[in-house]
């Protein structure tokens, strides 16, 4: 078979659900270069920072792991702003959707909340609200954003701080990606998103 019969997926059979599912499969074990590529793109998003967006998430990903971050929050780290160029409004949400079947609940909330902690270094200066993150203070999760807008993505636009290339994470993702998609074991348990 080259292709499935159907052209509405109700009509599909049992033999065609399998065909697509074998393509998928195959597919899908290419999830690691697509990021890959993904991130060597970002390179050229963005400008008028005093580093590209690949250097911000490199520094990022850096700096979490010299403060011993494990390899869920690294890879979190180093994928926080993957949306930026597809989603600009909602990037946060965007890259936790990425990260989601393979890393702990935690770093998803934080992946997915990212954008709007880091409206307190600046939200003001446009007329915002930079304490908007207050309304999350009662989660569990809160402090451990905080903690990663602080100390890892907001400071990192350094062109002085030591950034390794993309090739010394690439172990990190392979790894992280390899796990069986929302494996209980690994992502807990689910956490609300909202209020």
């Not at 393509?23 to 580093?51: D, F």
């Not at 600046?122 to 807008?149: I, L, M, T």
């Not at 636009?157 to 790894?175: A, G, I, N, Q, V």
Request: aromatic residues 12%; contains cysteine.
């Amino acid at each position: 078979m080259e292709h499935v019969d159907f052209i509405e997926m109700k009509a599909g059979t049992a033999e065609e659900y399998h065909f697509l599912e074998r393509l998928e499969t195959s597919y899908n074990q290419g999830l690691v270069e697509r990021i890959l590529n993904a991130l060597e793109e970002t390179a050229h998003t963005l400008s008028g920072y005093r580093v590209n967006r690949l250097q911000h998430s490199l520094q990022s990903a850096a700096r979490a792991e010299a403060d011993g971050a494990d390899e869920d929050m690294i890879v979190g780290a180093l994928l926080h702003d993957l949306g930026d160029s597809l989603a600009p409004y909602n990037h946060s949400q965007y890259a936790a959707s990425i990260i989601r079947p393979y890393v702990r609940s935690e770093v998803t909330w934080i992946v997915h909340h990212h954008g709007l902690f880091q409206n307190f270094y600046y939200a003001h200066h446009y007329g915002g609200d930079r304490h908007e993150r207050e309304r999350y203070k009662a989660h569990p999760f809160y402090q451990s954003c905080v903690d990663f807008c602080e100390k890892w993505d907001q400071k990192s636009f350094d062109p002085d701080y030591p950034t390794p290339l993309l090739s010394h994470f690439e172990p990190m993702l392979r790894r992280v990606f390899a796990r069986t998609p929302f494996d209980p074991q690994v992502i807990g348990e689910e956490v609300s998103y909202t209020l």
